[in-house]
């Protein structure tokens, strides 16, 4: 009987020392899921608006302005994150958010819109199973994580080289590779930040909650290039 108790106890335990990593995991998806609402409604509201649009696509320069401010946002967060305080990194993740939504709103004219919903959900399906393998499984996902993140640069030389040659073949294989790539990444992720607040001190509240935010905004960026990559596949043109 003193054994059965003994492993009860155990199993409390156990249970009361992960649970705080399980609630931060959970604000980890909560965050990025306001972040994909507000770039969602952003671009909606964009795409909606003429006068909008015509800022946004009126010149090359406003438009490249645009991705070079969201460029900065993000990069500054990596470098500052441990220097600024919590509500300004999370201010600054909404700012991105909004600015990726409103260079998203370009896809509103280019598809239609229920193509765009539909691969919306197939998106949000396949993201959510493999964060779900990311955090459950017991295999360390360190090796894949290095070679998808090694594909991922050859996926941004290639686009951009492809910019310029604008070979369909080519635009195939990047779109092929790039969900590929971005659907191993979602469970390689999941588990990299899992494994990041295990290993951090639960009573550092600001620390801890920094790492979950990057943890959100890295999910974030899964997501939304699987949507993009798969937008390639399943979206119907105007």
């Known amino acids: 009987m ?37 770039s969602g409604l952003t671009a909606l509201g964009a795409a909606s608006s003429e006068t909008i649009m015509n800022l946004i696509l009126g010149s090359r320069t ?7 401010a969201e460029v900065g946002v993000v990069f500054y967060l990596n470098i500052a994150i441990r220097k600024i305080p919590f509500k300004t990194a999370a201010a600054l993740f909404m700012v991105y958010s909004i600015l990726n939504g409103a260079t998203l709103s370009v896809i509103f004219l280019v598809f239609q819109l229920p193509s765009i919903v539909s691969t919306f959900f197939i998106t949000a399906g396949t993201f959510g199973a ?26 941004i030389i290639a686009s951009i080289v492809n910019i310029f040659w604008a070979n369909n073949i080519l635009y195939w294989i990047i779109t092929y590779v790039g ?9 390689y992720d999941a588990q990299k930040i899992k494994n990041m607040l295990n290993k951090r001190n639960q009573h550092n509240s600001e620390e801890i909650r920094k790492i ?27």
């Open 62 to 68: 406003a438009f490249f302005l645009l991705i070079i």
């Open 130 to 155: 493999m964060a779900w393998l990311g955090h459950t499984t017991k295999k360390d996902l360190s090796s894949i994580g290095q070679m998808l993140s090694m594909a991922l640069i050859g996926l």
């Open 212 to 238: 979950a935010l990057m943890g959100s905004l890295m999910l974030y960026l899964d997501f939304v290039n699987l949507f993009l990559y798969l937008l390639r596949m399943f979206g119907k043109k105007k």
């Open 2 to 38: 003193a054994d059965n108790y003994s492993r009860s106890y155990k199993n409390v335990n156990e249970t009361t020392a992960v649970s705080p990593v399980a609630t931060l995991m959970q604000k980890v998806y909560l965050w990025m899921a306001l972040a994909l609402c507000a």
């Open 179 to 187: 969900v590929f790539t971005f659907v191993g990444l979602t469970a």
